[in-house]
């Protein structure tokens, strides 16, 4: 048995081509060459299978300890094959602060065919079984959400719907297979955007779904196919090479994380810090049962009197931009750019107010990164 970080590196052994290449090749075929009419042929035609996006898919089924990996060309059709395994009339308990993208696919396309969902705080375990009906089939949900990274179980949710006989399905974009695996705390079917962390620089748009059962992937196999949503081999080869360089980089993020946050709660223009590897709140005794790490994502307030916008704007290294899990630094308000489709009145329900900013850490020196938000925090004053 190898460790997990040799896995990322190494992957499957290459021995389908005839040049000895270390990676596997690019293959931009969009179709292949039938030897006899009725032959049995492993590739047929590049939607259905490509042998770079499978291998992409067999690097991530291993590193999550699952049955067989999907790759999509973006998360959000990640999630969209993921729910139209579903039929018309199946209800679904979802988390009341998944992704905005996510929540508008359920509310306007989803709901459109008569998928019925429940939003709920999944941290609420008592809120998650009050929403459970008879023709519910899933829980769906983010184990760190965003922005407030609020926790969830996968291991108490996973024993709920075990209970109900309903699937468990974790969008895990936030954590990745390094700092924690659903699947092996009882999840059915885990999500990446894999955009984020997987890709890591920012240069390509992905999805990937791994299912833990033969039975579900075949299932998601259908909609891949069906509906078409498919990674291009280019991008293929980006997540696969990603992936490689993903324990170094989540270390970086993570001991970068810890220093912003020991900074941030020591300064006085800052009036909380949200972070799951805070010791003593809620979140942390949750997360500290399931993960190898608290992620790299940081949220914070400013004073009420402190200018958000001046203060992002102000930063001369830290990006000004949405998304996040990338080697730069990337910073945003959520109440004006990655949430700003919800109501003042809803953003407010989850706990979004104007004095709160996200930032995703990424693997800069942390004395630069601590320079420039110092720097900027003092220019509001
Ligand atoms: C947690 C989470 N899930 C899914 C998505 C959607 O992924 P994509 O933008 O790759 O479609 C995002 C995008 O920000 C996300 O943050």
Do not use: C
């Amino acid at each position: 048995m190898i460790d997990f970080d040799t896995k990322l590196v190494h992957g499957r052994s290459q021995n389908d081509n005839t040049t000895g290449a270390v990676n596997v090749p690019i293959y931009n075929s969009s179709t292949y060459i039938f030897p006899k009419v009725d032959a049995k042929v492993r590739w047929d035609y590049a939607r259905s299978g490509n042998p770079t996006r499978n291998y992409l898919e067999d690097q991530i089924a291993e590193l999550e300890g699952g049955y067989q990996g999907f790759a999509f060309s973006s998360g959000l059709a990640a999630i969209h094959s993921v729910f139209s395994i579903f039929s018309p009339g199946d209800h679904i308990v979802i988390g009341d602060t998944v992704y905005g993208g996510t929540f508008r696919l359920v509310n306007q396309f989803f709901k459109r065919w008569k998928l019925e969902f429940t939003a709920v705080n999944t941290q609420d375990l008592a809120a998650v079984k009050k929403a459970i009906k008879p023709n519910t089939k899933a829980i769906y949900f983010e184990t760190f959400s965003n922005p407030l990274l609020r926790v969830t179980s996968v291991r108490k949710i996973s024993k709920i719907a075990k209970k109900y006989n309903l699937l468990t399905i974790v969008d895990n974009t936030f954590l990745t297979p390094y700092l924690q695996q659903p699947l092996k705390l009882g999840a059915d079917i885990v999500i990446h955007s894999a955009t984020k962390y997987l890709g890591g620089h920012s240069d390509v748009i992905a999805g990937i779904v791994v299912t833990k059962t033969k039975e579900l992937a075949e299932r998601v196999y259908f909609n891949q196919n069906g509906i078409g949503a498919v990674l291009s081999p280019e991008s293929s080869n980006l997540i696969r090479r990603g992936i490689q360089t993903l324990a170094v980089r989540m270390d970086r993020h993570l001991s970068n994380t810890q220093k912003i946050v020991n900074f941030l709660q020591n300064r006085p223009e800052i009036k909380k810090v949200y972070y799951p590897g805070l010791v003593g709140t809620k979140d942390y005794e949750i997360a500290k049962q399931e993960v190898n790490g608290y992620g790299a994502i940081v949220s914070f307030e400013l004073q009420d009197n402190l200018d958000t916008t001046k203060f992002v704007e102000n930063l001369k290294l830290i990006q000004l931009a949405v998304s996040l899990g990338a080697v730069e630094s990337l910073i945003e308000l959520p109440y004006k750019m990655t949430h700003a489709e919800l109501s003042r009145k809803e953003q407010k329900k989850i706990g979004i107010t104007a004095q709160l900013i996200r930032l995703s850490v990424g693997i800069e020196s942390p004395d630069d990164l601590i320079k420039d938000l110092r720097h900027s925090l003092e220019s509001l004053n």
